[in-house]
């Protein structure tokens, strides 16, 4: 089973600062098979990122994701008040298909 | 547009199984697999399987072996998991998903909230 590792588990940023996330795994994953989400309380996760860099739908180009092999990125360019959330990294290369721990971005 | 729509709440005794609908519409239902993620209260997003929706072929967690079978209904566009054995560690929100093919899920239903208790 690959193993993915986020860091930091909670990131302290106020608006309009620069949030970096990072989604480590424990094996080489393709590119093409590394997802992120954003989850809000009471709310399904909502697809931003997949193959490691493309934007889902009506995400704004504030987001962007980088990386290959183990070690992969999310950036925030400038938080916005909506973008206070958790975010999950998923690997869909092998099964099973696991999904990092988190990193709750939250308002310092 | 696409929509999955899930089931209701469920309340279950320990022992007792469970099975959670999602229908889809706004695409056609078999050219996407579904997958199925729960959430335990306060936790992460934990992956249990997939179903291919074309020819009913699944891929299950090793986790979940024996306990989980994922079906689906192509007359009504709805995947199916039904989660049986169920304990108390089992209470979580449940959703389906559907695939991106390749690189992640695209569509996510709103979650179906099971509670396992005495």
């Known amino acids: 089973e690959i193993v993915l590792t986020q860091s930091p588990g909670t990131l302290s940023l106020s608006p309009g600062e620069r949030a970096t996330l990072s989604c480590r795994a424990s094996q080489s994953i393709s590119n093409i098979y590394l997802a992120w989400y954003q989850q809000k309380p009471g709310q399904a996760p909502r697809p931003l990122i997949y193959?490691?860099?493309r934007r889902a739908t009506g995400i704004p180009d504030r987001f962007s994701g980088s990386g290959s092999g183990t070690d992969f990125t999310l950036t925030i360019s400038g938080l916005e008040p909506e973008d206070f959330a958790v975010y999950y990294c998923?690997?869909?290369?092998?099964?099973?298909?696991?999904f990092g721990q988190g990193t709750k971005v939250e308002i310092k | 547009q696409v929509q999955l729509v899930q089931s209701g709440a469920e309340v279950k005794k320990p022992g007792a199984s469970v099975k959670i609908s999602c229908k889809a519409s706004?695409?056609?239902?078999?050219?996407?697999?579904f997958h199925w993620v729960r959430q335990a209260p306060g936790q992460g997003l934990e992956w249990m399987g997939w179903?291919?929706?074309?020819?009913?072929?699944?891929n299950y967690a090793q986790k979940f072996q024996g306990r989980v079978t994922m079906t689906r209904d192509t007359s009504t566009s709805t995947a199916y998991m039904e989660l049986s054995r169920l304990r108390s560690d089992d209470t979580a929100v449940y959703y389906c998903?559907?695939?991106?093919?390749?690189?992640?899920?695209?569509?996510w239903g709103q979650g179906t909230m099971v509670t396992v208790s005495s």
């Open positions: 193959g490691t860099f």
């Open positions: 179903i291919n929706p074309n020819n009913g072929g699944t």
């Open positions: 706004g695409y056609t239902f078999t050219e996407y697999y």
């Open positions: 998923q690997q869909c290369d092998i099964s099973p298909y696991t």
């Open positions: 998903a559907r695939d991106r093919t390749p690189g992640g899920f695209d569509f």
